[in-house]
């Protein structure tokens, strides 16, 4: 009942807040100010910043420093099925009745906002009567330079997950140069900077704009995952943790994981408390096998994952690799996520695609749109009109696995009514 309200509070908003991306960081330090600036009033800030990668390093930082007792709030984006999730407030999610609250007291200021800058203030003013020295994990949205969680001058850390050639439509030039330059040639200059595994070019090309700024900064190579005897291990100068989890399917949340323990001893967590977390983590909606009402008298697993870029479903397509039963692709998707390319990455891996628009996405491709660019790829494809009907047209009399793929907002979709 609750998740209701909450759905039907997040529609109000979509309605009354524009859901277009306008990088301005202006509106947001305006209505701040008016409300005598509380985000200054938050401690051991940590802006997260990349394109892939944000949420599943945010997550396993936030188990690790909870282990050790600390006070931990989130600001996550977007959310799969419920607008509550974003914000993590020390022990609970926000409540619908508070995010209403807010929601009045911001809009006694009178500046118009947009949608995400407007959850940016109620994760700020929500956070602020949470206990002193808790630590704020903040997620960032496109790029960083002007996003409306670039708001500390100071913060305590600023971590780069990985970063590929995302989002280059709201850039000139449209380069992974200038995609770097966006995300981390505007970061604090004191501050303490970690930068994740990236692929070599992207590397040299942050190393030249970190160059000039003075934070301490740590890069991968420093710390690495490494596979050891069919086991895997965390691994720096000083510590070599074991990693064990039944949950952490691809080699890209495991780099994430390895990141988020970089970050953890360095504040202070021992590698023990580390090694005995790593199996409860959990990533929801990332390379996860669901049960409940779709898998009901059902043969197939199925597995859901909103990978939406090149290096996520590839992350996702070799960890499929390893199968060796038929596997059944459903797939939505957005129209700026690069889909020809997306689902190349699927040839030889997936027996048949099953297309479908992603519900109340306005920005989605329809399933004919998706059904021909599979065709174009190689591929059997197949159009749906929504999940329930996807999945009637995947035969189940078979062991087999069927992927949901291709959107954080579809995977929420399948999660909700699963």
Known sequence: ??????????????????????????????????????????????????????????????????????????FTSPHLYDVRHRFWLGNRFISAIEIKKYVKFIEKTKVKLTLFELLTCIYVLSAKNTELDSFNLIESGLFFRKDSTNLWDNPMAQVITNINYQHQEWIRPKTINEICKQKVGYLSKNSNIYVGKQNLKTLKIIKKILNENPSEKLFYGSWKIINFKNKKFYKDKENKINLYSKNIKSDGLWDNVGLAIRVALDLGVKSKIIENVVPKIKFEGRVQFIQGKLTKNRKNRILVDGCHSEMSTKNLANYLKKFKIPIYGIWGSLKNKNPDKIIKNFKNIFKKVVTIKIPDEPSALSSLELKKIVYKSG???????????ALKKIPDKEKSIIVVFGSLYLVGHVLSIN
């Open 1 to 74: 009942m609750t998740s209701q309200i909450s759905k039907k509070i997040y529609k109000k908003l979509q309605k009354r807040y524009s859901r277009r991306i306008n990088l301005d960081l202006s509106r947001i330090k305006k209505v701040l100010q008016k409300l005598d600036n509380p985000h200054k009033q938050l401690d051991n800030i940590i802006n997260v910043i990349g394109s892939d990668g944000k949420n599943s390093f945010l997550t396993s930082l936030k188990y690790f420093l909870e282990a050790d007792k600390r006070k931990v709030n989130t």
């Open 379 to 389: 591929l059997k494809a197949v159009e749906s009109k929504n999940i329930k009907d």
